[in-house]
């Protein structure tokens, strides 16, 4: 269980160290300093700090963080070693992605299929892992116990998506559709806008255009 006293950006902001504590690791660094952390992450040292105290990752003057136990800290924290069981509910282009990126093994996730409703995807496979009919899947989420569904549906099956899931009584969603679904309180949901998220991305770059200077069309002013 997540720590409650955590901010969400805090849980945001671990994934992140991990991931360059693991990139560097070839190395063979003993220790790495918070100071380099965010250095590298774009982080206040302050922040790098405090979010590895909350995992147990305790830090030593002018040394630093000893790099595997900070790894294994911020692993065992997310209880990554546990790895839980996901299911992928629809199988079009983004799901195509999501699997080929290949970062659930990292994780400790284990993706084990994707199901469909068009029946010219069912019995396909995408990257290894197989496509099954959406009539399947209530069945095969209790069967095998899968504690994750990975929703990258259309908008047009929100309802159905929801009712599939309550009825499965799947614990944990991944939503990508660009919907608002209101499942159980008991269903642990972490919505991914791309819409939003492009939108935002957009208001940024025309406040950074607009606040470079406009090129001066006369030069200097001279005549």
């Known amino acids: 269980m997540f720590n409650d006293s955590i901010s969400t950006a805090a849980l945001r902001r671990l994934p992140l160290y991990l991931q360059y504590l693991l990139e ?3 190395g063979k660094h003993e220790f790495v300093s918070a100071a380099r952390m965010a250095t590298a992450l774009g982080i206040h040292h302050t922040l790098v700090r405090q979010d590895l105290d909350v995992v147990g990752a305790k830090g030593f003057p002018k040394k630093g963080h000893p790099l595997e136990e900070t790894i294994a800290a911020i692993e065992t924290y997310f209880q990554w070693n546990s790895r839980p069981s996901a299911f992928i509910l629809g199988a079009g282009n983004l ?5 080929g ?13 994707a199901f469909d409703q068009d029946s010219r995807k069912v019995g396909t496979s995408i990257f290894g892992i197989e496509v099954l009919s ?3 899947f209530v069945d095969l989420v209790r069967r095998m116990h899968v504690a ?3 929703l990258t549906l259309p908008p047009s099956a929100a309802e ?4 599939l899931i309550t009825e499965s009584g799947v614990a944990a969603v991944w939503n990508f559709m660009p919907a608002t679904l ?4 008991r269903v642990v949901v972490e919505n ?10 957009k208001k940024k770059l025309t406040e950074s255009l607009n606040r470079k200077e406009p090129a001066n069309e006369h030069g200097n002013g001279s005549t």
Do not use: C, H, M
Not at 101 to 113: I, M, N, P, S
Not at 160 to 163: G, H, Q, R, T, W
Not at 192 to 201: E, P, R, T
């Open 134 to 136: 959406v009539t399947k």
């Open 24 to 26: 560097i690791r070839p």
């Open 160 to 163: 159905e998506s929801v009712k």
């Open 148 to 150: 994750i569904v990975i």
């Open 95 to 99: 799901a195509r992605v999501l699997i």
């Open 182 to 185: 209101q499942f159980p309180d």
């Open 101 to 113: 990126y290949r970062q659930f093994d990292r994780a400790g996730v284990d993706l084990l299929a």
């Open 192 to 201: 991914v806008n791309l819409f939003a998220g492009l939108s935002i991305l």
